[in-house]
């Protein structure tokens, strides 16, 4: 069972904007970085947003991260069909001492 | 260029045990933290365990806890999953993952293996 909640699927058109929400609680979005994570099937995760809105090298700047209390927002711009894809957000969970993920998002390009 | 290859999937009998590996190039090994992850089919990520750089400190999911051991071998640069009393629900594909920070955890997982497939059936 996923401590972060994301919502199910969205979708736009090719060249339109798609934002995906996370929510969780003070013991881990509150207090520590997000991160998000697109996936895939069949294909190892890449990270895609860390620190809540920085992008490793080689990330368009089409996608972008923020983070507002205990919650989180993923930005994709300028949608293209390579962007179908599942996107998790991640961070530690401080009272589990864990990692936790989103419950998951499909993105649809239509 | 980092590199994450994991091991050591297969079909096993519900209750029995399996261990899965991860080698690890292209970085400095014993200075990142390392986790895994895995995707039971059509569900989303699960984290599943970490341990430190150093191999002093392991944190586990509740999932797992008690029935799953991590270990790292720096001299060899490999991870280790020691997966006991394996049930139905533990069938997922299996990633290791790298730390972002030196000799830190809890950040962001910048690097990831293709991922080995445990299937527990009878």
């Known amino acids: 069972q996923s401590v972060l909640t994301q919502p199910p699927s969205v979708s736009a058109a090719p060249g339109q904007k798609v934002t995906i929400s996370c929510s969780g609680s003070s013991s881990n979005i509150g207090n520590n970085y997000i991160s998000w994570y697109q996936h895939l099937p069949g294909t190892a995760p890449k990270l895609l947003i860390y620190?809540?809105?920085k992008r490793p090298s080689g990330i368009p700047d089409r996608f972008s991260g923020s983070k507002s209390g205990t919650s989180a927002t993923l930005g994709i711009t300028g949608l293209q069909t390579g962007d179908e894809a599942d996107y998790y957000c991640?961070?530690?969970?401080?009272?589990?001492?864990?990692?936790?993920f989103g419950t998951g998002t499909k993105v649809t390009v239509l | 260029q980092v590199q994450l290859v994991e091991s050591g999937g297969g079909v096993v009998q519900p209750g029995r045990s399996l261990r899965l590996s991860c080698a690890a190039s292209?970085?400095?090994?014993?200075?990142?933290?390392m986790h895994w992850v895995r995707q039971a089919p059509g569900k989303g990520l699960e984290w599943v365990a970490i341990i430190s750089y150093d191999g002093t400190k392991k944190y586990y999911a509740d999932s797992v806890k008690g029935r799953f051991t991590f270990s790292r071998d720096n001299s060899k640069n490999t991870l280790f999953l020691q997966m006991n009393s394996l049930r139905a629900d533990d069938t997922a594909v299996y990633y290791c993952a790298k730390e972002m920070l030196r000799y830190s955890y809890g950040s962001s997982f910048d690097f990831w293996g293709q991922g080995t497939l445990v299937t527990v059936a009878s």
């Open positions: 991640g961070t530690w969970d401080s009272s589990l001492s864990a990692g936790v």
């Open positions: 292209g970085f400095t090994f014993r200075s990142y933290a």
């Open positions: 620190d809540n809105n």
